[in-house]
């Protein structure tokens, strides 16, 4: 009896003392601009992260198919290519996976979109490792801190201005018909350099 008494309490603790595998923290970058690529790849290793990156949507969604990552950071527009594809594919493949998104265009229906397709959070350009990684790990409904210095209201028009002039494929009539804006307005602003 008290042999049992001890096989039993043996199997009841060893499956304590097993070691609780928590899940790897791949990561998988798709980035086109090379240099942040390769820093935040750098940034984001030296925080414990397993990373792959790729420079086009077609790589990631290759990536994805083949080894679907925890954790995504896709930037919005790659190339000619929309990052969001990443985003829907890899929350087809693997539901439970955390993704953001990172864009230079603060748009607000670009960052609805992306929520609804499984981004957990939505960063604008530049953000660093540290916001990268709080939004890949932030538990539950918990957002990232606000960043110390965000995008004046300015900027964030002058995103918006030049995401839709981008998107008529540097029209200026089509962005200022779609802006319901005069064109020679829009000229003015297009001409003028980014405000801080």
Known sequence: MDKDKQMYAATQTSSYRLPVESAPRTL??????????????????ARGFAV?????????????????PA???VDLRVGDS??????????????????????????????????????VDYLAKPADADEVATALLAVGGAKSELPHNPM????????????????????????ARRLNMHRRTLQRILAKRAPR
């Open 82 to 119: 929309n990052g969001l594809d990443v985003v829907a594919a890899l929350q087809n493949t693997r539901p439970d996976a955390r993704a953001i998104v990172l864009t230079g265009y603060g748009n607000i229906a670009t960052a609805v979109t992306a929520v609804k397709l499984g981004a």
């Open 28 to 45: 998988l970058i798709v980035e086109d601009d090379k240099p942040f690529l390769e820093r935040l790849s750098r940034a984001m290793e």
């Open 71 to 73: 954790f995504a950071v």
């Open 52 to 68: 792959t990156s790729c420079e086009t949507v077609a790589e990631g969604l290759v990536h994805i198919e083949h080894s679907p």
């Open 152 to 175: 004046s209201a300015d900027r964030v028009r002058w995103e918006h201005i030049q995401r839709v002039y981008e998107m008529c494929d540097r029209n200026v009539s089509e962005t």
